[in-house]
């Protein structure tokens, strides 16, 4: 119940087209939605993030739409450049026992945009 | 940068030696945690504390020993690891345990154990 699954595992998406990344969650208390992407070498940093009282969050080529009663969450990237290859990662957090908030990671997938 | 600084980025340790890695961060966060992101799996969250106070103990082994000894530094200290525990060890920090902030990840240790 506290899985995140992401798919697909790897992605190649030539320059300009669209990358679709999707994450599917069981746990209804999730509250928060957000998208981490990570450059080899580098730490995970937020991208965009989302709650369930929206279906969609657009910041600039990135966005995410939310399907609450599917309990899928899904990344668009417009446009996509190469600089834009790295892994994402989907996640959900919710208010454990004890108090304090917990994200759960997807397994990630790995995105190359071939020029 | 994202203000969380993590050192050493690679450490390669035999599995009787005895070594630490340190994580500080420089936004002035209250809550600090520490994952393990290994291949093709989801990064897991091994500990979690919130003003120097461990508030999660995420069923890790007792070979890693977590130390927080103000709200800006974080130790991991390892002992008798296996070969299985290699991976990237990542640091982050957030504004407040008990709300949805962003956490702020550091660049990680690569961890490599002989």
């Known amino acids: 119940q506290q899985q995140v699954k992401q798919s697909p595992q790897s992605l190649i998406v030539q320059k300009g087209g669209i990358s679709i990344i999707n994450c599917a969650y069981e746990?209804?208390?999730?509250?928060?939605f957000p998208w981490y992407q990570q450059f080899p070498g580098k730490g995970p940093a937020l991208l965009i993030a989302?709650?369930?009282?929206?279906s969609e969050k657009k910041e600039g080529r990135f966005t995410i739409s939310f399907n609450k009663s599917a309990k899928q969450f899904s990344l668009h990237i417009m446009d996509s450049q190469p600089g834009d290859s790295a892994t994402y990662f989907c996640?959900?957090?919710?208010?454990?026992?004890?108090?304090?908030?917990?994200?759960?990671f997807g397994a990630g997938t790995r995105l190359a945009v071939h020029p | 940068e994202t203000g969380v600084t993590q050192t050493p980025r690679h450490l390669v340790m035999g599995m009787t030696n005895k070594k630490s890695l340190k994580c500080e961060q420089h936004?002035?966060?209250?809550?600090m945690y520490w994952y393990k992101q290994s291949a093709k799996k989801p990064l897991e969250l091994m500990f979690v504390?919130?003003?120097?106070?461990?508030?999660e103990n995420n069923s890790v082994p007792s070979r890693f020993s977590p130390e927080c000894p103000n709200s800006s530094h974080l130790f991991l200290h390892l002992h008798t690891l296996q070969p299985e525990d290699s991976a990237l060890y990542l640091c982050a920090s957030s504004q407040d345990v008990r709300s949805t902030d962003t956490q702020y990840f550091g660049p990680g240790t690569r961890l490599t154990v002989l």
């Open positions: 936004l002035g966060h209250n809550a």
């Open positions: 746990n209804t208390a999730f509250d928060y």
């Open positions: 504390y919130s003003l120097e106070e461990r508030v």
């Open positions: 996640a959900a957090s919710t208010r454990f026992s004890g108090g304090y908030n917990k994200l759960i």
């Open positions: 989302i709650r369930p009282d929206v």
